[in-house]
Structure formats: C-alpha cells, structure tokens
C-alpha cells in the first residue's frame, strides 16, 4: 500500500526534515497552480515520470516553466534510447501516485525496489525552496533543497542533479 500524507510527514519528521504545508484546492497542471505561486514563496515545479526503450524508469524534476526537449534529454540522463512517459499503472505501481500528483516525494514509495532513477534539473536546484505536492495535488509543500537530496537518499536514491532544461544549459549548470 502507498505511504500516505501522514507516513510521508512521520518520514520526514523521523528524519530530521522540516517542511510546511499549505492545502489547497486539487490541481492537476501546472496552468491550474497559477495562484499558488503568488501565496507560496519558493520554485514551483513539474514532473515527468519516463521509461525508457529497457524499461529503466526514471523521474524528471524540473522548474514549472522550464523547457524540456523529450526528443534529446535520453542522451542528457543516460537513458536507453529515447524516452516516453509511463503510463498512469506504472505510475501507481513504481510510485504509488496517480498523474497530476507525481512528485519527487512519491520514491518513498519506490524504497524496496529502487526502480525510479530520480533527475533534479540544475536551474530548480538554484532555488533555496522548493514545493511539490505531498502525495496528492490538494496540498503544496514548501522543503528546502538540501532536504529534498536528503530525503531523495533516505528513501534510497542516489538523484542526479543535471541540467536537464534548456534554461539550465543556458546558465552553463
């Protein structure tokens, strides 16, 4: 069974990571958070759950507005091939998260298995904060950066920082 909101808050609690959490009304795209940016300060971000022509999984984390080029970024993150999203099963089953909830606090879920290679665009991580839903999309919850690859490598993940938008290769990241 997926951890749930209150597992993954105990998690971070047991780890020594401070968060908070602002409830909102569900979103579901990244259009659909516009008024969230106003009320929560930090970078705001969106998630791309990939598989690869092997199967190898991986989770793209990115700034809300950043550009992504699907058609190159396999050779960015040493993927096989070119890549194309996981469907929402394999979404639930690797992550335990349906679409429009995917977030970088969904590998608590990914623990035993390790089958998700997480990717932390170099521009987000420019950001002192950032926010991401806490399993669900009716909630934003603001962690800094530093806790957030402490969190990544708690769960058992080792994430890449790379930069994988264009605006992070045109800051040279």
């Not at 926010?131 to 994430?159: M, Q, V």
Request: proline share 4%; charged share 20%; glycine share 8%.
């Amino acid at each position: 069974m997926p951890a749930s909101r209150n597992d993954l808050m105990d998690f971070f609690a047991a780890h020594g990571i401070e968060v908070t959490t602002l409830d909102h009304q569900p979103v579901f795209t990244v259009a659909e958070s516009g008024d969230l940016h106003e009320r929560i300060a930090g970078g705001h971000t969106k998630n791309l759950f990939l598989k690869d022509k092997k199967g190898r999984l991986f989770l793209v984390v990115a700034l809300h507005d950043a550009t992504i080029d699907l058609k190159k970024i396999h050779q960015i993150i040493g993927a096989q091939g070119r890549v194309s999203f996981g469907n929402a099963d394999l979404l639930m089953e690797t992550l335990g998260v349906t679409p429009g909830s995917v977030t970088p606090f969904s590998l608590i879920n990914d623990r035993e298995g390790q089958n998700v290679t997480p990717i932390f665009d170099a521009a987000m991580m420019q950001h002192k904060v950032l926010n991401y839903h806490p399993l669900l999309n009716d909630a934003t919850t603001s962690i800094a950066r530093e806790d957030l690859l402490k969190f990544a490598e708690a769960c058992g993940h080792s994430p890449q920082v790379l930069a994988v938008s264009a605006e992070a290769q045109e800051l040279g990241l």
